[in-house]
């Protein structure tokens, strides 16, 4: 039985590997995103948001005492606030499948 479960862990994780880079890209601020912030939020949630980069830092300072792993907390409050900085603007919001907006 053991053999079994370690034959499907080593499939499915040979499986997720190239879907989780391709999202992913090669920018490590990404990655950390994808890591850090994706396991509760979708990405929706954080592309909607316009901070400042000291606003930045007290959301992820915010996250981290909620629990949120971080490895690098610095390259993700800088991949924040330079991908969604409060100077860019809010993107429109995404259609549904039958091309109304939510």
């Known amino acids: 039985m053991s053999k079994l479960w370690l034959t499907m862990a080593c499939l499915f994780g040979v499986v997720a590997v190239p879907f989780a880079s391709g999202s992913q890209g090669s ?3 990404r990655k950390t ?6 396991a509760c939020h979708s990405t929706r949630l954080i592309d909607s948001q316009r901070l400042s980069a000291a606003a930045w830092a007290r959301e992820v300072d915010k996250m981290i005492g909620w629990g949120a792993i971080v ?3 610095q390259l993700l409050v800088d991949y924040l ?3 969604y900085s409060n100077s860019k603007p809010i993107p429109s919001p995404a ?4 091309g109304v907006k939510p």
């Not at 995103?33 to 994706?38: I, S």
Request: glycine share 10%; hydrophobic share 20%.
């Open 27 to 29: 920018d490590p601020g």
């Open 33 to 38: 995103e994808a890591t850090a912030c994706v």
């Open 71 to 73: 490895p690098d907390r």
């Open 81 to 83: 606030a330079s991908e």
């Open 95 to 98: 259609t549904s499948g039958n």
